[in-house]
């Protein structure tokens, strides 16, 4: 694999590969894991910072392992974009469609979390730093980051149901 | 680094809140655990996803504050007032109930437990009016009569009503002591319905033989019961 990005995409490879595993793709996790690199090579060839090609590679290999699980229930659920089909936006269509999956299953999950979640994702919507929020729940930061990556985890797991 | 520390920093970098080199010690971090490097991975889907103006919008409406209903809506110590307020309320209710109550017991103690009724003796065939008793609220009723004075040893009393009702009293003795004249029969006032009773007294002589002494007529009376 050529471009500046080369050794950063080594680098991160064996946790794309964990990351998969973590999403369910079991024995898979391997060639999605394959599958998100190629994509983030041929798609982001210019990408060089670190933080930004870990960010892509997470998005990359959620799309791709959410496509995974559904082909993988139902054949007639996976996403098949023809490769000709423009995208106006200039994203990707089969990540623009997978997408809009994803927010449909998170906005399902959210609405049947608690409201200890519910309220976290409130303020950290309405960009209200942990700090800040922690003041005005009385509780410490490490608690609110905590119950903050409980709820995220419940959101996840929730998906995992409702797919 | 501590899962506390990793976090914190995992929340800053999404805050956008990282020093140059926090921002590169995190990204370290995340390739050295997996753990992180999911929990980043979450967390930088979600951000994405929220890009979406429309997205954000409907997540919005889904995390708003539910509408506080109004009973809800009260600080704690309006509603521990409240509930004091119906402690007190049922508090009061009782204290009335029994202080009624009380007053009802204390009429009703006032009532003499032993109804006494003297009874007149009626001549045969007489048509005076019967001495009409209403016996409710006592235990019992003390019948009183008349009778000849010194002419018979003992007297034997029969009591007898409506249907098959009789009831038998023997070797009464007249009270008050000496040339004391009248008879004292005792009931349970619950064993007189409402109708006619007679009393027959008979006489022991000194020879042992019985004989009619007197006779009385009397009626019971009962509160109506209402339906």
């Known amino acids: 694999m050529d471009g500046p990005n080369t050794g950063a995409l080594d680098a991160v490879r064996v946790r794309i590969v964990g990351f998969a595993t973590y999403l369910g793709c079991g024995d898979d996790a391997e060639d999605i894991a394959q599958e998100t690199l190629l994509v983030l090579h041929n798609r982001y060839p210019e990408v060089a910072d670190s933080g930004e090609i870990l960010k892509l590679s997470a998005r990359i290999c959620a799309n791709l392992a959410m496509n995974w699980r559904r082909r993988k229930s139902n054949a007639s659920r996976a996403v098949e974009i023809p490769e000709a089909t423009p995208d106006p936006a200039g994203r990707d269509p089969e990540a623009t469609l997978i997408d809009k999956q994803l927010q449909q299953l998170l906005l399902q999950a959210i609405r049947q979390s608690g409201e200890r979640c519910k309220e976290l994702l409130r303020l950290r919507l309405s960009g209200v730093k942990t700090k800040d929020i922690a003041a005005r729940l009385k509780a410490k930061p490490s608690a609110v980051d905590t119950a903050y990556f409980r709820c995220l985890q419940r959101l996840r797991n929730a998906m995992g149901e409702v797919r | ?227």
Not at chain 2, 71 to 78: A, S, T
Not at chain 2, 141 to 149: I, K, S, T
């Open chain 2, 1 to 227: 680094m501590s899962r506390d520390g990793a976090r914190q920093l995992l929340t800053g970098y999404f805050d956008g809140g990282l020093s140059a080199g926090q921002r590169q010690q995190f990204l370290d971090a995340i390739l050295a655990g997996q753990d992180l490097y999911n929990a980043f991975a979450e967390e930088a889907v979600l951000a994405e996803l929220l890009q979406d103006a429309d997205f954000r919008a409907d997540v919005r409406v889904a995390v708003a504050a539910p509408r506080v209903p109004f009973f809800e809506g009260w600080r704690h110590g309006w509603r521990w007032a409240l509930a004091v307020a119906m402690a007190a309320l049922v508090l009061i209710l009782a204290i009335g109930v029994y202080r009624g109550r009380s007053q009802r017991e204390t009429v009703g103690d006032a009532i003499p437990a032993v109804l006494t009724i003297p009874l007149t003796s009626t001549e045969r065939g007489s048509n005076a009016p019967k001495h009409a008793i209403m016996v409710d609220g006592y235990r019992t009723v003390r019948l009183l009569m008349n009778v000849p004075e010194g002419l018979y040893r003992s007297y034997r009393a029969t009591l007898r009503g409506a249907g098959s009702f009789e009831r038998k009293f023997h070797d009464l003795q007249p009270r008050g002591g000496p040339g004391a004249r009248h008879l004292e029969l005792d009931l349970p006032a619950n064993l007189l319905q409402a109708g006619d009773y007679t009393v027959e007294v008979l006489g022991a002589t000194a020879s042992g033989g019985l004989e009619p002494a007197a006779g009385y007529d009397f009626a019971v009376m009962r509160k109506k019961r209402l339906k």
